[in-house]
């Protein structure tokens, strides 16, 4: 999602729900890309990763793709729980020395 | 799997005083870890590169006169917020590069400056 001043986009489900989180990236150059959860005064927690080769990697009740066309990226999250609710993070590395860009996150909420 | 600790996990300090952050890898050594700079509903703003042994590379916009980066070992840097002012309230947060492209993030510290 995109983000306007400091407002953080917020996306709701419901529990069991599947969660689908977008992410517009800024590089075509960048070749490797992550998906972080962070959860309120904690630091941000690995999820998932993809490489710039692959469109799609599935984990443990998540997915990402990748459109490098467009350069956009998405989390799913399949039969969304109470303890997924977070801030979901994508970011991308592009210019070499391991340094990572943050995009702007999304709040997860999800609703009993 | 990989843990990053940093310490203190909060702190208060008053307007002109400095205050040392560090950031430990417990478990691993880690050549380069990296510290960010988080502002309430905000991302994650990486602030400079701090390699063991070397001097730190800083973002552009971050003064690294006021952020003062030591990498004295393979598993500790140290971030110090010199002469605090109340716009330096952040979370700060620190990370470890691993090997290729992981990194491991430790839980953050709450700087309030008063």
């Known amino acids: 999602g995109e983000s306007v001043g400091l407002h953080l986009p917020t996306l709701s489900v419901q529990e069991g729900d599947n969660s689908i989180i977008n992410c517009a990236y800024s590089?075509?150059?960048?070749?490797?890309f992550i998906w972080y959860k962070q959860e309120s005064g904690k630091g941000p927690q690995f999820i998932i990763d993809?490489?710039?080769n692959m469109d799609k990697r599935q984990g443990q009740r998540v997915t990402v793709l990748l459109n490098k066309t467009v350069k956009h990226l998405s989390l799913q999250i399949a039969a969304t729980q109470p303890g997924d609710s977070a801030v979901y993070f994508c970011?991308?590395?592009w210019g070499g020395g391991n340094k990572l860009t943050f995009g702007t996150g999304t709040q997860l909420k999800v609703e009993l | 799997g990989a843990v990053v600790s940093q310490h203190p996990s909060w702190v208060i300090c008053k307007s002109g005083t400095s205050v040392k952050i560090e950031c430990r890898s417990l478990?691993?050594?880690?050549?380069?870890m990296f510290w960010y700079r988080q502002f309430p509903k905000q991302s994650l703003m990486l602030m400079a590169t701090?390699?063991?042994?070397?001097?730190?590379?800083?973002e552009q916009g971050v003064e690294k006169d006021k952020f003062l980066i030591n990498h004295a070992s393979l598993t500790l840097s140290t971030l110090t917020v010199t002469s605090a002012h109340p716009e330096d309230s952040s979370f700060y947060i620190c990370?470890?590069?691993?090997?290729?492209?992981?990194?491991?993030f430790g839980p953050g510290t709450r700087l309030t400056v008063t």
């Open positions: 990370s470890a590069h691993v090997q290729e492209d992981e990194q491991y």
């Open positions: 478990d691993f050594q880690a050549t380069t």
């Open positions: 701090s390699n063991e042994g070397s001097k730190a590379t800083y």
């Open positions: 590089n075509s150059a960048s070749d490797y």
């Open positions: 993809i490489r710039s």
């Open positions: 970011a991308e590395n």
